[in-house]
């Protein structure tokens, strides 16, 4: 088990991401949750077979709306960006498939390692 440095709100952001990937992905979506211990840090993948997000620049934007009748109002990404940047983390958004953006997306998101405790 990895302890990262964060508080009670961290289910937020796997809510909103996991959440954002069955809503945009359609009934078949396949989504993948991967757990990477990397030494200082833990990252985290959520990855999905969804339709992508074309414009990766905007994502984390506050109101960076999306595209077609699901766009929701632009704020749970950008919710998701600032509580993991409060934590001392980054979060970034890449193509499942590189250079291949209709394949789905991967978000990456690196947090702290904390305290074995």
């Keep these: 088990m990895a302890t990262v440095l964060a508080d009670n709100l961290l ?3 796997f809510a909103n991401l996991i959440g954002n990937a069955k809503k945009f992905g ?7 949750v991967r757990v990477e211990d990397r030494g200082d840090e833990v990252e985290v993948s959520i990855e999905d077979t969804g339709p992508g997000i074309p414009d990766k620049n905007g994502a984390f934007r506050r109101f960076g709306k999306g595209e077609g009748s699901l766009a929701g109002a ?4 950008y919710i998701c960006r600032m509580l993991i940047e409060r934590y001392g ?6 193509d499942r498939v590189e250079g291949r953006p ?16």
């Design 11 to 13: 289910p937020e952001v």
């Design 26 to 32: 359609g009934p078949a979506v396949e989504i993948t």
């Design 74 to 77: 632009g704020l749970g990404l």
């Design 89 to 94: 983390g980054s979060i970034r958004v890449d």
């Design 102 to 117: 209709e394949e789905g997306v991967a978000i990456h998101f690196s947090l702290p390692r904390g305290p074995e405790g």
